[in-house]
């Protein structure tokens, strides 16, 4: 049998997410119950346990009393994975069994087909001595079993074989014949519960959740996951309280002197700073100035765009004088074009931290939480999954800047969520009308760390992007879009500078 010496005491799943959650994998010689529905991803998981263990040099064996060996590697085959290494047993029923008069028959019993599928297992396992196993599915023996204490005894007996054996096993449940009994789970060492969720619209979202793990500490919660060509991903819950970094909070410049002075000196490094603002106001253009401003200070920069096409913006800041592509090309820029309806907001908290942590990148846009709301199942899911994320990448020493599209164009504006109270700066930008044209202002309402002007600045966007007039102190009630004018005009010069 399988030399337990030789077997580490925590072992690899081949899934990082998923040894993340963890806690670094699972324990060896042990057994593990993965349970969900038909689909959720359980055969997918599996496969790759017994991947990763081949790998290693183990021998792995899959036994399967629901799928037959050519549906396996045709699944396997669609991820590009070869099975070489891993032994199939497909247990199917002995002839006798489907005979045609012994089925019709009273005095057939499930204990001759439950006896003859345990023994014809243990011969296998026996035969071939592996050290990771996969059973599929516990549904089959729960129905042969025909009945919870034989269920119970059967498990109990299959768990002190293995345990004689050495091997590291995972047992599937598609919770198709009882989803309440928890036999197993009291049997198990650990339990991993996998689950679909179908959304009103687009694609339906998966995530698992470790129910129980004897003697390891590993992230409770629910864990994003998704199913991909090449296996299973799964993206763990972000606790910020787990990442901390030491960096200097010095005070980040701008290009434009103006905005400087508006912002009291420039924004905090390690800071968030939310851009709230109707639709056109350049919020995207404002966000792309503090991006331009990091790559010139040497550091790398990634934008995360929910909202508009990603060839366009480029085309668009180009016109501008923002060279975006020569900033992607340059290894300074990661541009993600995000799709709300096929991302889920725990893949999107980690593409936020492979570029901060991989690819280090220093300053964080997300354009829009519009979007990024589309992705949610809740207002409050929200603010929850916001809080984490800006909460890690300012303890990291990332400057995040946040765009949020407010409803209507002048006058009383509301935001679909209100965010405010979770970043540090908050800029404000308005249209109001003055003089029968259709003018830009921009004003700081908020900045926890020091000073900040309390003035409304005229901004015009033009070919070399945004440009800052003197405060507009002649006018009153320039936020509510229809301002009062209360004596000489101080506008910015129309020409574009």
């Not at 606790?239 to 980040?252: G, K, N, P, Q, T």
């Not at 109001?432 to 900040?452: D, I, L, N, P």
Request: net charge negative; hydrophobic share 40%.
């Amino acid at each position: 049998m399988a030399d337990s010496t030789s077997v580490s005491l925590n072992i690899r799943t081949g899934i990082e997410g998923l040894d993340d959650v963890l806690g670094g994998g699972v324990d060896a010689r042990r057994v593990y119950l993965l349970e969900g529905t038909p689909g959720t991803g359980k055969t997918t998981i599996a496969l790759n346990f017994l991947i990763e263990g081949a790998r290693q040099g183990e021998r792995c064996l899959y036994i399967s009393l629901s799928e037959t060996e050519d549906e396996l590697r045709a699944a396997a085959g669609s991820h590009g994975w070869d099975l070489n290494g891993i032994d199939i047993f497909e247990l199917i029923p002995p002839e006798s069994l489907l005979d045609e008069e012994q089925q019709q028959s009273l005095l057939y019993s499930s204990d001759l087909e439950l006896g003859e599928t345990t023994k014809r297992i243990f011969g296998e396992i026996e035969r071939l001595e592996p050290a990771r196993i996969v059973v599929d599915s516990l549904s089959e023996i729960r129905l042969l079993s025909q009945g919870s204490l034989r269920y119970r005894r059967q498990l109990l007996a299959l768990k002190h074989y293995f345990a004689r054996l050495g091997a590291t096993v995972l047992m599937l449940d598609d919770l198709t014949s009882d989803a309440e009994d928890k036999t197993v789970h009291s049997i198990a060492h650990g339990v991993i519960r996998l689950e679909e969720l179908a959304p009103d619209y687009g694609a339906e979202r998966r995530r698992m959740r470790v129910v129980k793990f004897r003697g390891r500490k590993f992230r409770g919660g629910f864990h994003d996951m998704a199913i991909t060509t090449g296996g299973v991903e799964v993206f763990p819950r972000l606790v910020s309280a787990e990442h901390r970094s030491s960096f200097s909070r010095d005070m980040l410049k701008t290009e434009s002197e103006e905005l400087d002075a508006l912002l009291g000196g420039g924004i905090e490094r390690g800071s968030s700073t939310l851009i709230l603002g109707p639709a056109g106001a350049g919020k995207s253009l404002l966000a792309l100035t503090f991006i331009q401003g990091a790559i010139k200070r040497g550091e790398r920069a990634a934008m995360l765009i929910f909202d508009e096409e990603r060839d366009l913006l480029i085309e668009r800041a180009s016109g501008l004088n923002i060279d975006l592509r020569g900033m992607i090309d340059a290894g300074k820029l990661m541009l993600k074009q995000v799709d709300a309806t096929e991302l889920t907001p725990g893949e999107f908290s980690w593409e936020v931290r492979r570029a901060v942590e991989a690819d280090s990148a220093r300053t964080i846009v997300i354009d829009s939480l519009n979007g990024y709301q589309a992705a949610m199942p809740g207002e409050q899911a929200l603010v929850l999954h916001m809080h984490e994320l800006l909460q890690y990448l300012n303890r990291l020493g990332a400057t995040t800047f946040l765009t949020v599209a407010q409803h209507g164009l002048v006058g009383d504006m509301k935001a679909p969520v209100d965010v405010t109270y979770l970043a540090d700066t908050v800029i404000l930008l308005r249209y109001f009308e003055a003089f029968g044209r259709v003018r830009r202002a921009m004003s700081v309402v908020k900045k926890r760390t020091g000073f900040h002007e309390d003035t409304i600045r005229e901004y015009q966007i033009g070919s070399r992007g945004i440009s800052l007039g003197k405060p507009l102190a002649d006018f009153q009630g320039v936020l509510s879009g229809v301002p009062s004018f209360l004596g000489e005009a101080v506008l910015l010069d129309r020409k574009d500078a």
